[in-house]
């Protein structure tokens, strides 16, 4: 059974860093196309980052852009967000989900594209 587990979610000041993982179980993760997506309160839930099978394309929405940075190591199954110069307004549930179709195009890491889907991590950037 394909899973999904998000972690390294926390409460962290303005400026600070997080990192957070995706850890996959029941599927091998280098067959699928990753995205993280976050969904703020009284939000639509949106595309942060999105990342191919193999790692060789990567997409960012412009709110993240050189903040944000998406890897994955399929070795050990995980996708990372590392996620530096946190703002308040990157306050959500973060959340990674996959699909095996090879999906490259920015208007592709949209959560429509994707299938498969974890729990979601809380990050909270206050002071």
């Known amino acids: 059974q394909l899973q999904l587990v998000e972690s390294g979610g926390g409460l962290v000041q303005p400026g600070g860093s997080l990192r957070l993982s995706c850890a996959a179980s029941g599927f091998t993760l280098g067959s699928y196309t990753i995205g993280w997506f976050r969904q703020a309160a009284g939000k639509e839930r949106e595309g942060v980052s999105c990342?191919?099978?193999?790692?060789?394309?990567?997409n960012y929405a412009d709110s993240v852009k050189g903040r944000f940075t998406i890897s994955r190591d399929n070795a050990k199954n995980t996708v990372f967000l590392q996620m530096n110069s946190l703002k308040p307004e990157d306050t959500a549930v973060y959340y990674c989900a996959a699909d095996p179709r090879l999906l490259v195009l920015q208007r592709m890491c949209a959560p429509p594209f994707f299938g498969s889907w974890g729990q979601g991590t809380q990050v909270t950037v206050s002071s």
């Open positions: 990342i191919s099978r193999s790692g060789g394309y990567t």
